[in-house]
C-alpha cells in the first residue's frame, strides 16, 4: 500500500459540494494518528485498548521524566494503534509563548514510503512545577 492509497472520510466530518469531505495519503494518516492521540483507552466501544493516555499527564509538571513518559506513550499507542506507519521519534518540547502547552512533534513513516514525515500535536499541561504536579 503507499501512501497515495490512504482514503476515508475527513476528521472533523466536513460537508464540500454536499457530499462528504474526504481526506487522502498523509492529510488521511495524520488524522487517524491524531484520534488515536485524542482518545482514551475504553472509548472506543469493542476496542478497548484503542486510545492513548496522554490525559493522564495533563496535571503533571514538565519534567524529564514526564517528557519521556509521555513519549513512550504516543510511540505505544501509535505502534498498536496505527499499524500504517512507523514512528520515527517523538519529542516533548515545552512552548515557552504559550503557558502549559507542550508541542509533541512526532516523525514517522508511512508504511512502504521512502521519506520521513513530521506531525506536531499541542498538548495542555500544568508545566509550573511549583504548582504540586503529579510528574
Not at 499541542?122 to 512545577?129: I, V
Amino acid at each position: 500500500m503507499t501512501i497515495e492509497a490512504v482514503t476515508g472520510l475527513g476528521f472533523p466530518l466536513a460537508w464540500t459540494a454536499g457530499a462528504t469531505a474526504v481526506a487522502r495519503g498523509t492529510a488521511k494518516l495524520e488524522q487517524s494518528m491524531r484520534l488515536v492521540l485524542l482518545t482514551y483507552p475504553g472509548e472506543r466501544v469493542m476496542r478497548p485498548d484503542f486510545g492513548c493516555r496522554l490525559r493522564d499527564f495533563v496535571f503533571d509538571s514538565v519534567t524529564p521524566a514526564t517528557e519521556v513518559w509521555v513519549a513512550d506513550e504516543v510511540r505505544r499507542a501509535l505502534a498498536l494503534c496505527e499499524p500504517r506507519v512507523t514512528v520515527e521519534s517523538v519529542d516533548v518540547v515545552p512552548d515557552d509563548t504559550a503557558d502549559g502547552v507542550v508541542r509533541l512533534v512526532i516523525g514517522y513513516r508511512p508504511l512502504g514510503a521512502d521519506g520521513e514525515a513530521t506531525m506536531v500535536v499541542d498538548l495542555r499541561t500544568d508545566r509550573d512545577a511549583s504548582a504540586g504536579g503529579a510528574g
